[in-house]
Every structure is written in structure tokens, then in C-alpha cells.
């Protein structure tokens, strides 16, 4: 693609993005009548987080997003200040919604409704209103209820909770017909304590087995993990019959160790593949307030859909196949990159990088801004960037026992995610800077090594 200024210079082109307004969560992910069907939490009124609607999108490949009319709005008195995070499931042809209503009262109290819409076509939905009452032992921030069936039938409904102690929790409930909800207790076999709320559960099913994704508020920043203002991560376990999960151990994984990745909703698609998006992302209130393009009306973006899957403890993250579809041909190819500065083709572009045993040392840096490190010795892989508010440099890092393998890039020309060693570890970062510069520069390659780089320019 050439570059054009008449397109605005952080526009993202094959991410979802908020058609104006502010876009957080994913919600209601599904494939129904063929297509897929993304819904979002959206503020088309503004780029602040309040009048939260589900906003709509649907394709075909995953790859081309038709954005349509919000498919439910804060109009009923128990949404009226917001139509919160939730999910979707199909019945017979019909699409159920299950979302949070949201009320706030003059003198700030909240109230929040675990709600239910149907619909017949995936376009038109009717609002049945509120599922259940508020449960009891639980504050009012209970909220984001992610629907699955188990292989017996019965539905199950985890929320995202607050104890009236005011420690974070899941919770869960059952149905026959999704009408009627049985309260289960809190979903965790032992309890957990993990920060002050835990937002957007979800439970991830695999032959051996089950996890629990989640991301909690509150966690306290321990050296280098937690730095985000809130994290979402993972417990491996069991969710028994009886409804509880039973985790393996009491450790709490990051799913992405990059700035903005957070609340993301996975589903099966018909090919039987667990895809997840994430909202990217959430930051500090005065970091969000400084975002290039809110000038352009718009803020954040949903990841790239990611394929998901679990190996010995661990989830990996791997971008999905059909994303292949958009490279364009004829990659550039390196091999021999001692000090090199590489052109790149486009903003939208993939890098992969391939060693085939793992480098001494490594690190590229991407426009001139983002730096990517690898430390053999200490196995310390890093990222750093500069705050588009402090303009300083921050960092982020994980530990690769294992060396580096590999990379996978997938840049925009202000969103990267990058996965590591096949999805093992994932960075999800945004960066805005306002040169035009296009450099790769890669460096610390003392002698010529036993790797490559493709560079394959992407577009719809
Ligand atoms: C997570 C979250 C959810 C809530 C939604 C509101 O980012 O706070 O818990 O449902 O966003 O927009």
C-alpha cells in the first residue's frame, strides 16, 4: 500500500476499530449463519468511556469487517447507563445476547442487571430484560457473562465479581434453557485471592484441560510482572459437573506481557478452533487522554483474532491462518543483516524472523521508536517504547527458558503485536510517533548468523 496522506498517519487497516468513538471490550463473539459476528463495547458519542453500546461488525473470513447499527443501545431502565460486556451463544437459529445493564443512581450508587436479547437474523435484537436477582454476599460490581454449553446440555453462565469484603471473584449459574438461572456460588473450588475485581471470566475447554481466563483489577506491580494499570491472565485447572473450577496450582499467568492487551473473549468456530480477541487496550486515564487519535475522533482497536491452544500448562497465541491470505507476494527476504537497516515495504506489514538454534543476542528497532531485545545470557527478552504522554522510555520483558526461536510481527503503523517462540509469549503494545520513518534497523549481530527475515507486505 503507498503511502497516502490523505489517510490519517495512526489509522489502522486490518484491525477492527471503533467507526468514530471509543471501542474497548469484545463481546459476543460468534460464527451464526455463516458469518462471523463481533459485537463491541462502543461509545459512538465520544472517545471517553461512558454510553457504552454493543457496537457490531460481521465477516466472512475473519479478514473483512462490515461494521453495521449498534445491535443493542442504553435505553431500557436497566442498561440505561450502559449496555455492558457479555456474551453470545445459538440455539435452533437463534442468537441469545447475555450483557450487564448498567445503572448508576443521582447519588452514584450502581446497580448492574445480568440481562438477555434475542435475536432471529443476528441483526435485530429484542431485550428481555433482567435474567436474575443480585446475588447475595456480592457488592454491585458484578458484571461480563460469558455463556457455554457442556457436552450433558447445561448451560453455564460465569460472571465476573466483587465479594461484599470487596476481593475479586468469579461466579456461576446454570440453566436448562437459558431462561431460568440457578446461583452456583463462586466458581473457584478453593478461593483466590487476586486483586479487587475480576473482569470478563471465560473458560477455555481442552481435551486435558480447562482454563480459566480472567483479567483482574488490582493485582499489585511485582517486578517485572503486573506493570499494566490491570491484567488479564490465566489458571490452569478442571471446571468439574459440579460446577467448580479446580485449579492445578495457585499461579496466575499473564497472557500477554506487552502495555495494552486486556478483557478478551474467546469462541469455537465451526472448524472446531478457539479464536480470541482482546481489546487493546487499556491504559492509565491520562495516558488514554493523550492518544494521537482522539484529534480524529476515534480511539483503540480489537487484537488481530487469535488462535489458541494449550501445551503443557501453557496457552499459546497464534495469529489465525486466514491472516496469511493478506500477504502480498514476493516477501524481502534477509539473511544476512550484520547491521542492517531494512526498508520496510509498508506500515502493514508482517516480519518473520527464524533462528535455527537460538541467538546470542538480538534486537531490532522498529521506526525508530520500538526496541526489541533479546539478552542470550540472561534469556531476558524485552520491549520498550516511548510514552506517547511522558515521552519517556518504558519497558516491558518476559524470560525465555527455552532461547528464542522465532518471531512473528504483526505491525500496523500504531499497533504491534508480536509472538514469540509460536505464540508462547505474546506483546501487544501501541506506539505513535509522527516521523514517516519506515527503518527496520537490526543490529548486534556481530557475524553473519543462521537466520532470516521475511518481510511480506500486508492488505486486504
Ligand atoms: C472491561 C470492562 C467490563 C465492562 C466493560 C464496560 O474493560 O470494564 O468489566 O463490562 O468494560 O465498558
Given at each position: ?214 483479567s483482574p483489577q488490582g493485582l499489585e506491580t511485582n517486578e517485572k510482572q503486573f506493570q499494566n494499570i490491570y491484567q488479564t491472565g490465566y ?126 543476542d538480538f534486537s531490532l528497532i522498529i521506526r525508530e521508536d520500538v526496541l526489541l531485545e533479546y539478552i542470550h545470557e540472561t534469556r531476558r ?80
Amino acid at each position: 500500500m503507498s503511502s497516502n496522506s490523505e489517510i490519517p498517519k495512526h489509522q489502522l487497516h486490518y484491525h477492527i476499530v471503533p467507526p468514530k468513538g471509543l471501542l474497548n471490550d469484545p463481546n459476543g463473539l460468534i460464527q451464526y449463519n455463516g458469518l462471523y459476528h463481533v459485537f463491541f463495547q462502543w461509545n459512538q458519542h465520544g472517545t471517553v468511556h461512558k454510553n457504552k453500546s454493543w457496537g457490531h461488525a460481521t465477516s466472512k473470513d475473519l479478514l473483512h469487517w462490515e461494521y453495521h447499527e449498534p445491535a443493542l443501545e442504553p435505553d431500557e431502565w436497566y442498561d440505561k447507563d450502559g449496555v455492558y460486556s457479555g456474551s453470545a451463544v445459538s440455539v435452533q437459529n437463534r442468537l441469545y445476547l447475555f450483557y450487564t445493564g448498567n445503572v448508576r443512581s443521582v447519588d452514584g450508587s450502581r446497580e448492574s442487571y445480568q440481562c438477555l436479547a434475542v435475536s432471529e437474523d443476528g441483526f435485530q435484537f429484542e431485550k428481555k430484560g433482567p435474567l436474575f436477582k443480585h446475588p447475595v454476599g456480592y457488592t454491585k460490581h458484578v458484571r461480563d457473562p460469558k455463556v457455554w454449553q457442556d457436552k450433558e446440555g447445561i448451560w453455564w453462565m460465569v460472571v465476573g465479581a466483587q465479594r461484599d469484603d470487596l476481593s475479586g471473584d468469579a461466579i456461576l449459574y446454570q440453566s436448562t434453557d437459558l431462561l431460568d438461572w440457578k446461583f452456583k456460588g463462586s466458581l473457584m473450588e478453593e478461593e483466590l485471592f487476586l486483586g479487587y475485581m475480576w473482569e470478563c471470566p471465560d473458560i477455555l475447554h481442552f481435551e486435558e484441560k480447562d482454563v480459566f481466563v480472567f483479567s483482574p483489577q488490582g493485582l499489585e506491580t511485582n517486578e517485572k510482572q503486573f506493570q499494566n494499570i490491570y491484567q488479564t491472565g490465566y489458571i490452569t485447572g478442571k471446571f468439574a459437573s459440579t460446577g467448580k473450577f479446580i485449579q492445578d496450582k495457585k499461579s496466575f499467568r499473564e497472557l500477554d506481557k506487552g502495555f495494552e492487551f486486556y478483557a478478551p473473549q474467546s469462541f469455537i468456530d465451526e472448524n472446531g478452533r478457539i479464536i480470541s480477541f482482546g481489546w487493546v487496550g487499556v491504559m492509565y486515564p491520562e495516558v488514554e487522554a493523550a492518544v494521537p487519535t482522539r484529534k480524529d475522533g476515534w480511539l483503540h482497536a480489537l487484537s488481530i483474532p487469535r488462535e489458541i491452544t494449550y501445551t503443557d500448562g501453557i496457552l499459546k497465541q497464534q495469529p489465525v491462518t486466514e491472516l496469511e491470505k493478506i500477504r502480498q507476494p514476493n516477501p524481502k527476504v534477509i539473511h544476512d543483516f550484520t547491521k542492517q537497516v531494512i526498508e520496510l515495504p509498508s506500515l502493514q506489514s508482517e516480519l518473520l524472523i527464524d533462528w535455527e538454534n537460538s541467538p546470542t543476542d538480538f534486537s531490532l528497532i522498529i521506526r525508530e521508536d520500538v526496541l526489541l531485545e533479546y539478552i542470550h545470557e540472561t534469556r531476558r527478552f524485552m520491549v520498550s517504547r516511548t510514552n506517547w504522554l511522558t515521552q519517556e522510555r518504558e519497558e516491558r520483558e518476559v524470560r525465555l527458558e527455552k532461547g528464542l526461536e522465532n518471531i512473528r510481527l504483526f505491525l500496523e503503523s500504531s499497533l504491534i503485536e508480536l509472538f514469540i517462540n509460536d505464540g508462547e509469549e505474546v506483546f501487544t503494545l501501541r506506539y505513535f510517533i509522527e516521523e514517516e520513518s519506515r527503518q527496520l534497523s537490526v543490529s548486534k549481530a556481530e557475524k553473519k548468523e543462521n537466520r532470516m527475515i521475511q518481510v511480506y507486505e500486508l492488505e486486504l
